[in-house]
Every structure is written in C-alpha cells, then in structure tokens.
C-alpha cells in the first residue's frame, strides 16, 4: 500500500523540540520532493518545508532558521526537526509528495505552557 505515516507530535513548552517524523511505504521516497506542510485550527494549511531529490531545502519564512527537513532513504523516512518552538507553530503537521495525491491523518503538535 502506498502511504505516508506521520508521527512524533505532542505537547511542548514554548521554546522546546520535537522531531516529526514521515515514514513512506509502497514506493521510494528518495525519488521524489518531500514536504511538510501544516494546518492550524480557522488556518488554511500552508507549505512549512521541503526537500528536494538532491537534498536541496526551503523553509516558509516563519520557520526559517528553528526547522530541519531532512531525509534518510535507507529508513525510507523525511524528519522535520523542530527547534524554539512558539505557540503559533502549533497546528497538525501533515507530510506530502507528488506520489501520492490524499492527505495523510497528520500528527498534532501543540505549543503551550
């Protein structure tokens, strides 16, 4: 089956970590871009990163410099480091590729203290 499973959310006090990871199954992530998108609650979903084939990456602005998108193609998986996390990153993060054209059920992450 042809699938990305998202997992690593939770609860985080502002200026905490986590690590997001997307684990892809049916098909070979490595060839092909990667992202990370989230969607916030009243928030149209948005583009927080991606990855390209090379390994080549873009951030949204607002992430710039506090995440990693990353990849691992032995493990099939994307990451998404998160550091200095804020209250406005919380949101459900899903990962995306041209592969595959549904969404996945995401993982929750809230920032709070």
């Known amino acids: 089956q042809v699938q990305l499973v998202e997992s690593g959310g939770g609860l985080v006090q502002p200026g905490g970590s986590l690590k997001l990871s997307c684990a892809a199954s049916g098909f070979a992530a490595r060839m092909y871009a990667m992202s990370w998108y989230r969607q916030a609650p009243g928030k149209e979903r948005e583009l927080v990163a991606v990855?390209?084939?090379?390994?080549?990456?873009n951030y949204a602005d607002s992430v710039k410099g506090r995440f990693i998108i990353s990849r691992e193609n032995g493990k099939n998986t994307v990451y998404l480091q998160m550091n200095s996390l804020k209250p406005e990153d919380t949101a459900v993060y899903y990962c995306?590729?041209?592969?595959?054209?549904?969404w996945g059920q995401g993982t929750q992450v809230t920032v709070s203290s």
């Open positions: 990855i390209g084939i090379g390994g080549g990456t």
């Open positions: 995306k590729t041209p592969r595959i054209s549904s």
